[in-house]
Structures are given as structure tokens and as C-alpha cells.
């Protein structure tokens, strides 16, 4: 395989084995390609001027750069703007590994020659690369041949490589494309791992529900920070996308002016669940629970119920649905069932025959271990919180809102979600 650090320093050499110049860096394009081709190599002539040769001229570029002409035959390549230089832009630069979904460093560049045209291949980001460039690899190679090892080859395929200089709009689009098709988790530690700067021009580029869906998985003052370098109204439609709980979270690590004032710019239905959760102490059930939850109204057949829940807008929002919660007319609680008895149960059952009719509930007051331990005991996914006075449900506490209660929140982000 041929190196991108084998080429620095290299003269190049004419059909006629005259010198023209040195090699300075390599141009490729359609980056979003797995195998994108050299366009062109960057030389640098005697007098010190950058010349840019197409690589329709390139004979090799190993053991030497060699063209297929005389100098006096060379023809400039015009950049179309779309190149991506690899010394310049890629080398000892943060790129995103999609497939090991980490932050690593360029060490080298992998180039091969497919058919009739030169194009990258991977990016090495182990060790042998840097020992590459330092000159140092045979030396290695002998010791571990001694040593009757191998050295390790830790090479990205560069369809697997996203890279995220944000001073580069085409490649950073590129790059949010890859990333946006990774689990929420996954972004999250990708974004906290790479530079401030990048990680939030990276951040700005995700679509809302992305994003929501990113930040309810990263620590507090990365969400605060990519919150804030947002503008108020597309702040305020990415907490739209947050669960209440989670944006009635961020909200509260905000100044006082600014969470009301984004408040003031969402839907209002959306501010007024997220108000009602901020309205309750952060360390009890009022001030964990979501109010996004799958309830059907009493009196209804299994096969009423299953429909309802189809048309069901509040339904449609709980991501989770474990349980269904029957409520009468006033929204009293009047027991719950697991959506698997309900699916399996015949269809012209009454509800109200399968239904847990005395759930174990919580009140928006009671404290948030006090929750957790409900649900430990009882081995609940999710529990009720209802008014005390009058049984009316609120909302409820899902387990992995609970284990806050048991689990400082930087260990918690790092568990995987249960809904």
C-alpha cells in the first residue's frame, strides 16, 4: 500500500526524468464516495511557486513521482473548489470513525491505484503511521519481527471516516450527514470528544430531532453551551423536540430571562408541560416525571382501546409505551396495564377486567429516591405520578429518569436508554 507521508519531500520527475519540483500535498474529490480519486498533486517549482498538475498526467507515485509527459507539456489543473487537500486539511487533523463512532487522529493516509486512476483508500490512525512518518517504521518492523510479533495496522476504510473542520462548510455537511444516522449515545460522545469550536459548528448542522435527541444524551454544560449558540427560535424548536422532563433540565440550568424568554417562543402546549415541571423541586417525582404518556379513557373494549391508542396524538408522542393508563372523564387514574396484555387479550374484553386496578403511584412531591426505590422494589419500567388530593395523573417517572437517584447523572448518560 502507498502512504501519504511516503510522497512528502519527493521531487517530481518528467517523462524524461528531468526535475520539476517537490511534492507539497494531494487533491482529491467527491469526498462522500468510498474510494474518492486524486484530481491532482500541488508541486512546488524551483522559484517557489505552487504549480497544481491533473492526475491524468500522473504516471506512479512510488518508488517516484513520475508524469507521462515532458515538462514542457504539462498542463495546469484548474480547481473546481470541491477538492479536499490531504497534507492540508487531513493529516494530524480530529476525524469522526463511524463504525468505532470515536474521535481519532490522522497519522498518514492510505492511497491505492484502482484501474487507471489513484484514489484514497483508508486513514491510519495507529501508531505504525506516526512510526511511518518519523521514518522509524523498518526499525519497528525488525523489532517486532525479532520479537516475532506483527505491528499493529489500525486503518479506517475511508467510506467509515467523517472528517469535521469546521472551517470547511462542504466537508463539515458531508460529515453531519455520516454522524446523523448514529444512535443519539453515540453523537453525544463524538461531539464531547472533539474540540469545543468543531463539536458545536458540527452541532448547529443537525436537524432538530437530532439534535433534541443528541442533547438529551450529553452532560449539562455541553447542552447549555450548544443551546446557547443557537438562535432563540431554533432553540426553541429543538426543545420542542426534547421530552418535557429533559428540556425542563436544560431550561433550569439557563438564566432566569433566557429560559422565559424561550419559553415565550415555543408552541405553547410544549411551554406549558415544560412550565408545569419547572413549576417542582429538581430532586422529586414532579420534577423527573415526563408528561408524554399512552392512556386510554375507561369503559372501552380491548379492541376500542387498540384503536384509540392508534389515533391517540399523546400516545403517538410516549416513545416508550410499556404501559397503557386508563383515566375516566376527569383524568383520574383508574389502573394500568402492560401493552403486551393488552395486545394479547381478546378483543371484545372489557378493559377494566385486565387492568391493575391499585397501581403503585407517586406524588409530584415525593422525593426522587423515594420514586426509585418504588420502582426497584416493584421492578416497574415506568411509574404514575398523580395528584394527591384527587388522583388526577400528571405523568410519569420512566426507570432511567429514576436511576438519577441512585447514579451521579455523568455515570447515567453513559448507560444505555431503556426507552
Known amino acids: 500500500m502507498l502512504y501519504l507521508s511516503q510522497l512528502q519531500g519527493k521531487q517530481v520527475w518528467d517523462a524524461w526524468s528531468e526535475p520539476l519540483g517537490k511534492f507539497q500535498d494531494v487533491l482529491v474529490g467527491n469526498v462522500d464516495q468510498p474510494f474518492p480519486p486524486v484530481r491532482a ?5 524551483p522559484d517557489g511557486a505552487e504549480r497544481l498538475i491533473p492526475a491524468s498526467q500522473l504516471s506512479g507515485l512510488f518508488p517516484s513521482i513520475l508524469l507521462k509527459v515532458p515538462g514542457e507539456e ?3 489543473y484548474t480547481p473546481k473548489g470541491d477538492e479536499l487537500r490531504l497534507v492540508d486539511r487531513v493529516l494530524d487533523r480530529q476525524i469522526v470513525d463511524i463504525d468505532g463512532r470515536r474521535v481519532v487522529r490522522v497519522n498518514d493516509v492510505q492511497l491505492a491505484r484502482l484501474r487507471d486512476q489513484f484514489c484514497i483508500t483508508g486513514v491510519d490512525v495507529g501508531g505504525q503511521g506516526l512510526l511511518r512518518r518519523l521514518g522509524l517504521e523498518p526499525v519497528a518492523q525488525a523489532v ?3 520479537l516475532k510479533r506483527r505491528l499493529p495496522a489500525q486503518v479506517i476504510p475511508w467510506e467509515d471516516v467523517a472528517p469535521v473542520q469546521d472551517t470547511d462548510p462542504l466537508r463539515l455537511r458531508i460529515s453531519r450527514d455520516k454522524i446523523s444516522q448514529l444512535p443519539p449515545a453515540d453523537i453525544a460522545a463524538i461531539l464531547n470528544d472533539l474540540d469545543r469550536r468543531t463539536g458545536e459548528a458540527l452541532a448547529r448542522g443537525l436537524d432538530n430531532e437530532t439534535l433534541a435527541d443528541m442533547l438529551e444524551e450529553s452532560p449539562a454544560d455541553v447542552q447549555v453551551n450548544i443551546l446557547s449558540q443557537l438562535p432563540p427560535e431554533r432553540a426553541a424548536d429543538v426543545l420542542e423536540e426534547m421530552e418535557p422532563d429533559e428540556a425542563a433540565d436544560l431550561l433550569a440550568d439557563l438564566p432566569t430571562q433566557t429560559t ?4 415565550d417562543l415555543m408552541e405553547d402546549e410544549d411551554a406549558e408541560d415544560v412550565r408545569a415541571l419547572l413549576a417542582y423541586p429538581e430532586d422529586t417525582a414532579g420534577g423527573i416525571m415526563t408528561t408524554e404518556f399512552a392512556y386510554v379513557p375507561s369503559g372501552l373494549t380491548v ?8 389515533n391517540s396524538e399523546d400516545a403517538g408522542d410516549d416513545e416508550v409505551m410499556y404501559y397503557v393508563y386508563v383515566l375516566d372523564s376527569a383524568d383520574v387514574l383508574q389502573g394500568v396495564i402492560s401493552l403486551r396484555d393488552l395486545v ?9 377486567e385486565l387492568i391493575e386496578a391499585d397501581p403503585v403511584v407517586v406524588y409530584p412531591l415525593t422525593s426522587q429516591n423515594e420514586a426509585a426505590y418504588l420502582i426497584a422494589k416493584y421492578n416497574l419500567l415506568a411509574i404514575p405520578v398523580v395528584e ?8 410519569i417517572v420512566t426507570v432511567d429518569d429514576a436511576l438519577d437517584a441512585v447514579l451521579p447523572t455523568a455515570w447515567k448518560k453513559r448507560l444505555p436508554r431503556f426507552f
Open 344 to 352: 394479547m387479550a381478546p378483543p371484545d374484553k372489557p378493559v377494566e
Open 388 to 395: 394527591e388530593e384527587n388522583g388526577v395523573m400528571l405523568g
Open 74 to 76: 504539462v498542463r495546469p
Open 260 to 263: 422565559e424568554h424561550l419559553l
Open 303 to 310: 379492541r376500542e382501546a387498540l384503536e384509540y391508542l392508534r
Open 144 to 146: 517486532a519481527t525479532r
Open 41 to 45: 498533486i500541488a508541486m512546488e517549482t
